[in-house]
């Protein structure tokens, strides 16, 4: 039976205890710090546990103690958020160091692909992590559209994800998600004109 995941404080505290590491060895240290075995044994690379995690985001500010994944090799890498749109990672800023970065600086230092985070580990649950951008199937009363911004949008965003359109869960209706809502309702046989009203609505939730 596996241990009981450890709360994201604890995690983070757990993790900041490493100032080198093992190269190439990032879903050990992961996973160690989250209370699990000795990397999931398993898994094999960090890709796999982004593969096996239920609950993913895409948004670049992740609650702390949560797993936060690259990709970019068959490999791909994985980190823990300690809040505030950072990480703490293995083999930085160099091979054998852990060291704390901005998400974005270390996928733009790496050449590698920011691919979220989870509020579980493979399926594991974080305690006290709950979903960051809660969805209702309950109209809110007012259509959204084109610059609206806020909560709405982002249940907008995820069902479109849900019905696969590749678009970011950021809250900000641009030309990326007003475009992926008039694909939806033109697949819909509704009215394309990019408003999520009550009809759009619907069908997305369907």
Not at 148 to 175: E, N, Y
Request: proline share 6%; with cysteine; glycine share 12%.
């Amino acid at each position: 039976m596996t241990a009981k995941l450890r709360t994201p404080l604890q995690s983070v505290a757990a993790f900041r205890r490493y100032n080198t590491c093992t190269p190439g060895q990032c879903l050990h240290y992961v996973s160690v710090s989250l209370g699990g075995p000795f990397g999931w044994p398993h898994l094999g690379f960090a890709a796999d546990a982004h593969r096996h995690s239920s609950a993913l985001h895409d948004d670049t500010h992740p609650p702390a103690g949560v797993p936060v994944f690259f990709l970019g090799s068959k490999f791909g890498h994985i980190t823990l958020s300690v809040g505030n749109g950072r990480v703490r990672s293995t083999d930085f800023p160099h091979r054998g160091a852990v060291g704390e970065v901005g998400i974005t600086t270390l996928a733009s230092a790496w050449g590698r692909e920011y691919a979220g985070w989870s509020e579980d580990f493979v399926g594991r649950p974080i305690p006290g992590v709950r979903l960051h951008n809660p969805t209702s199937s309950t109209y809110p009363g007012f259509q959204v559209h084109l610059t609206s911004k806020g909560d709405v949008v982002r249940t907008v965003q995820h069902r479109l994800r849900q019905h696969g359109f590749k678009i970011a869960v950021d809250g900000s209706f641009g030309p990326a998600t007003n475009n992926a809502v008039r694909s939806f309702q033109r697949q819909q046989h509704l009215k394309v004109d990019g408003w999520v009203g009550r009809s759009t609505w619907a069908a997305l939730w369907a």
